[in-house]
């Protein structure tokens, strides 16, 4: 890892709802937060517990050096198709094993509330 970059992957027992245009796409008390250096906390959420149904797979991928390689989905809701909404590593790297196979949404893209309380999109 580079020097001064880290992260740090730790169950939480919060509870994550995350909707779009007010459909529902997950609920979970089984979170996964990821901290990383200089990005905002992200909630990895168990595949059990979003609406795979409303997903679609993409050609998309990305790589991560601190996590690996990354595949999304985009989400169908009210007759519209959000590209690229949620990612997943599949096989992160070993360090990073803590999220694999989980689910992450775009916070900047969806309504998060955590416990309730609706974070602000950046």
């Not at 008390?29 to 997903?55: F, N, Q």
């Amino acid at each position: 890892m580079t020097s001064g970059h880290t992260i740090t992957i730790t169950p939480t027992r919060q509870h994550v709802e995350v909707t779009l245009n007010g459909e529902k796409l997950a609920e979970s008390d089984r979170a996964i937060l990821l901290d990383e250096t200089g990005l905002p906390t992200r909630y990895y959420l168990p595949r059990e517990d979003v609406r795979t149904e409303m997903l679609t797979p993409t050609s998309s991928a990305t790589t991560c050096p601190f996590k690996g390689q990354a595949s999304y989905w985009s989400a169908q809701v009210g007759g519209e198709v959000y590209e690229d909404l949620v990612w997943s590593y599949e096989t992160p790297i070993p360090q990073s094993q803590g999220i694999a196979g989980l689910m992450c949404f775009y916070p900047d893209r969806v309504d998060l509330t955590i416990d309730g309380e609706r974070l602000p999109t950046a």
